[in-house]
């Protein structure tokens, strides 16, 4: 039995405005207060993570007997705890902007005249015997040579071996 076909939706496009409508206006106005706002949230981020930018009266800790009292003011009040949060930061960040170097600084930490780690570099010796290789093919050995103790992998090999003068009695 054959599949049934299926009717394909249709792809007409709905009709364009000629001018736009009041609706449309005011998406477009939102859409681009949207993003405005979105830029500006992610420049606020920006310039609020931005090390260069933050004084160095910041680290500063302050005395809390030299604190001001809170002004009456609720605007006045606001205003001065924006500027406590803004000068707040934790010990892991004034680790990191007290221990910031330069290339210049890190250059100038070099020794004078460095010694190459090729020339002093020291292998450990391995941990595991090395393993036995056949001394004709490279294959692991099973068989060792009675007369000078290289390793052969079969018979074979050890009659390469032999004929070949690897002991010294081949021709």
């Known amino acids: 039995m054959p599949p049934a076909s299926r009717k394909q939706p249709s792809r007409q496009l709905a009709p364009q405005p000629s001018q736009p409508t009041a609706s449309s206006s005011r998406q477009t106005d ?3 207060d ?3 706002r979105r830029v500006q949230r992610r420049l606020d981020d920006l310039e609020r993570t931005n090390p260069t930018d ?3 009266s910041s680290f500063v ?3 809390s007997s030299s604190r001001p009292s809170l002004p009456s003011s609720p605007a006045s009040q606001s205003h001065l705890l924006q ?5 707040k930061q934790s010990a892991n960040v004034r680790r990191i902007l007290y221990g910031k ?14 010694i190459p780690p090729y020339l002093f570099a020291v292998v450990p010796p391995p941990p595991t015997p090395p393993r036995p290789l056949c001394s004709s093919c490279g294959y692991i050995g099973a068989y060792k040579c009675p007369r ?3 390793w052969s992998c079969d018979r074979v090999c050890m009659e390469t071996h032999e004929r070949d003068g690897g002991c010294g009695i081949g021709g």
């Open 54 to 56: 933050i004084p160095a």
């Open 61 to 63: 800790p302050e005395a």
């Open 30 to 32: 939102a859409l681009t």
């Open 34 to 36: 949207f993003q405005a």
């Open 101 to 114: 170097k330069s290339l210049k600084d890190w250059l100038d930490e070099l020794p004078p005249n460095p």
């Open 148 to 150: 000078c103790a290289e």
């Open 83 to 87: 500027q406590q949060q803004k000068k």
